[in-house]
């Protein structure tokens, strides 16, 4: 029996918003796929909510304490989708009591929860991945492939620069940080590479309330790639879109974000000097049009519990985390360079 087959226990922590339309579904389908898998309990502060997780994605067993959960079950993985407020805090407690662990985004509220969590993984020396579930979205898969093809042909192009848009409705958020990290982490995947140095640029919004503004980033990343990076939350759309320039390359990923995602199903093109050569729906890249499969986070939960039933690292864990848990600390204090 190889790895990916032996038999694997599922703790969850929360049973909120994200955990009911995205991690939810994403362990029963799992559960179904993969033999072996049992949903053992999840838990939840509100016991009503938690009870209703359970029946809902047919976990075992129900709890409002997280510690005497995991002191009971003793699962082979556990999966913290609480508030970001509370993300820290109950994820250390999780690595210290030495289960592998998957955490949604944001590893923490600033980077030094961040460290502090990288801290409590090496000390525990448990397997760890955390949740940007752009790294795991099909269409952007596709596309990191399409670019990985071009960059190891014979005549390899080099990649030279990436343009990401992020915009939403009405997201009056004093800080919008928490969100903002899902395009700032979707382009260190695209490129390859960390933030080497980042000047911020804000254009400010005092009429939809204190603290709303448009964020823009120059960036040059480690590898020497360029990004441009365009944060708006009070714009007319929900979308976020990737150009991706490499020599007579350019790609073009509208992803389908969200189910009010103006894009949905989204759409990737490559345009080969002048030229569309490919034109792929996103529909021809996932088997469902349900958001927890075309968003990805389907795709990041299978690559955790695979990788815990094999004993391999992941590649998204927080030490990997941890660069751009520094560009929102940025965001955050309305800093205007990096590195």
Not at 17 to 25: D, L, Q, V
Not at 168 to 176: G, L, M, P, T
Not at 252 to 262: F, H, K, Q, R, S
Request: aromatic residues 10%; negative net charge; proline residues 4%.
């Amino acid at each position: 029996m190889n790895g990916e087959n032996m038999p694997l226990k599922i703790c969850t922590i929360g049973c909120g918003g994200i955990a009911n339309n995205c991690h939810g579904p994403s362990y029963t389908r799992y559960r179904d796929e993969n033999p072996g898998t049992e949903l053992a309990a999840c838990c939840d502060l509100d016991g009503e909510k938690a009870a209703a997780y359970a029946v809902k994605f047919g976990f075992l067993r129900s709890y409002t304490d997280f510690t005497e959960m995991l002191n009971r079950e003793k699962p082979g993985a556990v999966c913290v989708t609480v508030h970001e407020n509370h993300t820290a805090k109950v994820a250390a407690e999780v690595l210290k009591m030495g289960y592998p662990m998957f955490v949604e985004k944001p590893p923490g509220k600033d980077s030094g929860e961040t460290r502090m969590l990288i801290d409590a993984a090496n000390a525990a020396g448990v397997i760890n991945q955390v949740g940007y579930n752009r790294r795991h979205m099909p269409i952007l898969c596709a596309l990191k492939d399409m670019i990985n093809t071009a960059i190891s042909s014979a005549h390899a192009a080099r990649l030279q620069f990436i343009r990401y848009d992020f915009y939403r409705v009405a997201r009056y958020d004093e800080d919008f940080s928490d969100t903002a990290v899902h395009g700032v982490d979707a382009v260190r995947f695209i490129a390859g590479a960390d933030y080497k140095k980042v000047r911020f640029t804000y254009q400010a919004l005092p009429e939809y309330g204190p603290g709303v503004q448009n964020i823009y980033l120059d960036c040059v990343m480690a590898n020497g790639v360029h990004a441009q990076l365009s944060f708006c939350p009070v714009t007319g759309a929900v979308l976020e879109r990737a150009t991706v320039h490499a020599e007579g390359n350019t790609w073009m990923a509208n992803t389908p974000i969200w189910a009010e995602g103006y894009d949905k199903p989204g759409e990737l093109l490559h345009i080969q000097n002048g030229k569309t050569v490919r034109r792929i729906s996103g529909a021809e890249l996932c088997p469902s049009d349900e958001v927890y499969m075309t968003n990805g986070f389907y795709n990041e939960n299978k690559v955790f519990f695979d990788n815990v039933r094999a004993g391999r690292k992941c590649a998204d864990d927080l030490a990997d985390a941890l660069n751009t848990s520094l560009i929102k600390d940025c965001i955050t204090q309305i800093a205007e360079q990096f590195g």
